[in-house]
């Protein structure tokens, strides 16, 4: 066997939610695609819940780390932040956005998805307090804003963004991408006076 039983099962449970939604999602379909039957998926990950949070986080963890090592460069910080947001539209692409949303939507009803949800949104949390310390240290106060109060309004921004660009209207992708990037002129133009 060429990948490991719980790899294949994971690579289907994406492919499947892509294509189903999570409320839709089954465990069997899963178990067919991934060419394993039902039981596997019981026995290594006990529920279509748990199957669904280790995939998002397995995917969560790689991109975390990608942040945080773009944002270690030395590179002006607008330019930083505008790689992330170009990033942005390759998470959209590469179908982790609507993954993402759709464990967010799972975890309104569902408890323990939306404590895991959570705390992988930490992740992306840290990553962008220090960002924001960065640019206070390098830029002085940001106003009435802590670094946390910062990372959480960027954060927000984007899952706001990703949520509405997702809905598939060019007109308010368009709006999403465009403010966004705005913030990294306003950076730019911190830049300029420090």
Not at 2 to 15: D, G, S
Not at 36 to 56: C, D, E, R, T
Not at 136 to 152: K, W
Request: proline share 3%.
């Amino acid at each position: 066997m060429p990948t490991e039983v719980p790899t294949r099962i994971m690579e289907a449970t994406r492919a499947c939610l892509l294509a189903e939604g999570y409320a839709n999602l089954s465990t069997r379909t899963v178990a067919r695609t991934a060419g394993v039957p039902v039981s596997q998926i019981h026995y290594h990950f006990g529920s279509k819940q748990n199957m669904v949070l280790a995939m998002l986080a397995h995917e969560n963890q790689r991109l975390v780390a990608r942040q945080r090592q773009m944002y270690a460069t030395q590179v002006p910080l607008s330019k930083r932040y505008w790689q992330a947001c170009d990033f942005l539209d390759v998470d959209v692409s590469s179908g982790y956005v609507r993954i993402l949303q759709e464990a967010i939507a799972a975890g309104w009803t569902e408890r323990a998805v939306a404590d895991q949800v959570l705390g992988m949104l930490r992740g992306w949390t840290d990553v962008l307090t220090a960002v924001a310390r960065e640019a206070e240290e390098r830029f002085g106060s940001l106003g009435p804003f802590t670094a946390e109060d910062v990372a959480t309004l960027v954060g927000a921004a984007f899952l706001g963004g990703e949520a509405l660009i997702l809905l598939g209207d060019p007109d308010w992708s368009g709006r999403v991408r465009v403010a966004l990037r705005r913030f990294g002129d306003l950076i730019e133009g911190m830049e300029g006076r420090a």
